[in-house]
């Protein structure tokens, strides 16, 4: 049973720049969230979706979207890039019919030149 | 403002010995909450989470403890191993735990031979 998958492990960006990355849930799991986690912090909630809506959002501003699939999988773009989107990103999954914790995958290093 | 607060950046325990990690939050809409565990270069692990209508759960070697009218809960590892070197973050969240969490920062426990 394949838990969360990210990927890219690590990218390497230069300012302006754009970037997507992807996240394939937990099987069985139907709701996708993204969270950042910069360095020396813990991880910051991006957004979550579910049936291919963003369903809540936290404090990040419009360069930061996503997109859902029908098969559940996910996508996070950030345009723009800044010095300070250098982080860990996140993706957690989870059946939003149940109480069960969200389950993470191993993030994507994202590195900002 | 930091909604979670995990005041110990680090700790120190002996191996058998009791571990203790201290969270405290300051929403009182938080009705559930969980402590992930995150190894370098993996994912945050689900450890154990309580629900706002209990004071106490336990599972295995770990216990939260839950205090709601301080706002306040700990992590308790009995007996401690080395295996349980890591970060450990606490989570709150509202709703029952369907939407985002919130993290503190993280204590880095080192369980000492």
């Known amino acids: 049973d394949a838990g969360v998958t990210q990927s890219p492990t690590h990218l390497i960006k230069t300012r302006g720049q754009q970037v997507t990355l992807r996240c394939s849930p937990k099987s069985g799991h139907d709701t996708v969230s993204w969270y950042q986690q910069a360095l020396g912090q813990g991880p910051q909630f991006i957004f979550q979706?579910?049936?291919?809506?963003?369903?809540q959002r936290g404090n990040f501003p419009d360069r930061f979207s996503g997109h859902q699939f029908p098969n559940y999988s996910s996508e996070l773009n950030v345009n723009a890039l800044l010095l300070g989107d250098s982080a860990l990103y996140l993706c957690?999954?989870?059946?939003?019919?149940?109480?069960?914790?969200?389950?993470f995958g191993d993030g994507t290093r994202l590195s900002i030149l | 403002d930091q909604q979670v607060k995990q005041n110990s950046p680090s700790l120190s325990v002996q191996e058998g010995r009791i571990s203790i990690l201290n969270c405290d939050y300051t929403?009182?809409?938080?009705?559930?909450f969980l402590w992930y565990k995150k190894y370098p270069a993996e994912g945050p692990t689900f450890l154990i989470s309580?629900?706002?209508?209990?004071d106490k759960n336990e599972d295995g070697r770990f216990t939260v403890f839950l205090n709601k009218s301080a706002k306040h809960l700990s992590l308790h590892i009995v007996p401690s191993q080395p295996g349980d070197s890591a970060v450990y973050f606490c989570?709150?969240?509202?709703?029952?735990?369907?939407?985002?969490?919130?993290f503190g920062t993280g204590t880095r426990l080192k369980v000492l031979a």
């Open positions: 309580i629900s706002s209508i209990k």
């Open positions: 979706y579910y049936e291919e809506e963003e369903r």
């Open positions: 957690a999954s989870s059946l939003v019919s149940s109480n069960q914790p969200q389950h």
């Open positions: 929403n009182s809409m938080f009705d559930y």
């Open positions: 989570a709150a969240s509202a709703h029952s735990g369907t939407y985002k969490y919130i």
